[in-house]
């Protein structure tokens, strides 16, 4: 199984719609979440941190549920400019709290 | 305006040469890393230093080495042993200890390496 596990995609969806990723994680004991955005051929970007209660950030709003291992970000009201791929990282404390990189999904908002 | 600046953007290396990437950050982090990203594939660990004159091996670090001997730079050469070097490398440096399950990486802009 690997650390850090995403739907590829690609999510082609279009302008004002609500668009959900999910990501799973093999560490129970992981602590520290974070979904990044990666434009083609930059680097990452932090998006934001995901909360155990959760949290919101204007469109944006990422989930965790540790019971099932996994975390979830939720964009409402696509924009174009939301276009790019969406990367889930995980940090596992046994590694000496290395981050593990999902592959990404990847968001193509079509107008 | 501190950050993290990575250099040269694009970097061709012919068969049997070392080369090196620079990294250099003003944020005063205590932590730096250095990932390698392959088209399809997540962002896999080549080294990392949580302080100055130590670092350690992250999950790829054959064909490749690196030294901490200030805090602010943190280069990584690619040596003629890394068989498959075409790739995006991508620096970040993070808080030290716990800060960084808080506040996460900062990314340089990556240099792309070519093999002709």
């Known amino acids: 199984r690997k650390e850090v596990e995403q739907d590829p995609g690609p999510f082609n969806v279009p302008e004002g719609a609500t668009v959900a990723f999910n990501c799973t994680y093999s560490?129970?004991?992981?602590?520290?979440f974070f979904w990044y955005r990666q434009d083609c051929r930059k680097e990452p970007k932090l998006l934001m941190s995901?909360?155990?209660s959760g949290n919101e950030d204007g469109r944006f709003t990422a989930q965790l549920n540790r019971a099932s291992q996994y975390i979830s970000l939720l964009i409402r009201d696509s924009k174009l400019s939301d276009s790019a791929t969406y990367l889930c990282?995980?940090?596992?404390?046994?590694?000496?709290?290395?981050?593990?990189f999902g592959t990404g999904t990847s968001l193509t908002v079509i107008p | 305006d501190g950050g993290i600046t990575q250099s040269p953007k694009y970097l061709f290396r012919k068969e049997g040469q070392n080369v090196t990437l620079s990294c250099e950050q003003n944020l005063n982090h205590d932590a730096m890393y250095w990932y390698r990203q392959d088209p399809g594939q997540g962002l896999r660990l080549i080294y990392y230093s949580q302080i100055v004159n130590d670092f350690q091996k992250g999950d790829i670090a054959e064909g490749y080495s690196v030294s901490r001997e200030k805090k602010e730079s943190f280069p990584l050469t690619v040596t003629s042993a890394q068989k498959n070097p075409t790739a995006f490398y991508l620096c970040?440096?993070?808080?030290?200890?716990?800060?960084?399950?808080?506040?996460?990486?900062?990314f340089g802009s990556g240099t792309r390496l070519t093999v002709v």
């Open positions: 560490n129970s004991a992981s602590q520290s």
């Open positions: 990282v995980v940090n596992f404390p046994n590694t000496g709290n290395q981050f593990y």
């Open positions: 995901v909360y155990s």
């Open positions: 970040a440096s993070s808080e030290g200890g716990s800060g960084v399950l808080y506040y996460g990486y900062t």
